[in-house]
């Protein structure tokens, strides 16, 4: 995988990100996730609706737990949006979180098998083996209208933003 030029760290020390990175107007790179019961999980699976990919190091943090809660919450006030969950958890993990959560809103998915998701969008963290944080909106014509690697990993992504885009599709 070859580096990306995008900047993060995680508690103010600099990590190495992998992978492409993506720009808005790109079109959505498709991948291959695990989903839950281990069933494989494609982007395209999703073709021909609104789609927020929100990208996290683990359920198993506060920070990544506030991000799921928060777009488990605000997909109820937004038509025909799917909101794709992806950390390199294990599915059994996230299952686990959602429903001690009550997260019914989102889907989660696993990119721990092959980091499908993750070299061809650029949030691998090399030092780690993580999924660094983000958001990605795509349009139901699959191309990226808006993407986010936020530059502390342990801050949370900018929910506004984000969901501006999605209400202006």
Not at 1 to 10: D, G, L, N, R
Not at 77 to 94: G, H
Request: aromatic share 8%; with cysteine; proline share 4%.
């Amino acid at each position: 995988m070859k580096e990306s030029s995008v900047k993060v760290t995680f508690a103010g020390n600099p990590l190495t990100l992998l992978g492409n990175e993506i720009k808005v107007g790109d079109k959505a790179p498709d991948f291959i996730a695990v989903g839950a019961g281990l069933a494989p999980v494609k982007l395209s699976d999703f073709a021909g609706k609104t789609i927020i990919i929100a990208v996290y190091p683990s359920v198993d943090t506060s920070v990544c737990a506030a991000q799921n809660r928060r777009f488990n919450a605000e997909v109820n006030n937004l038509n025909e949006v799917v909101v794709l969950s992806v950390s390199v958890d294990l599915p059994f993990a996230q299952s686990r979180f959602c429903a001690a959560e009550g997260l019914d809103n989102i889907k989660t998915i696993s990119d721990h098998k092959d980091l499908d998701f993750g070299e061809k969008y650029g949030y691998v963290i090399k030092e780690l083996r993580l999924l660094a944080r983000g958001t990605v909106v795509i349009d139901k014509s699959g191309i990226v209208r808006y993407i986010e690697y936020v530059p502390e990993v342990t801050n949370e992504p900018d929910y506004n933003a984000a969901l501006e885009v999605v209400k202006s599709l």
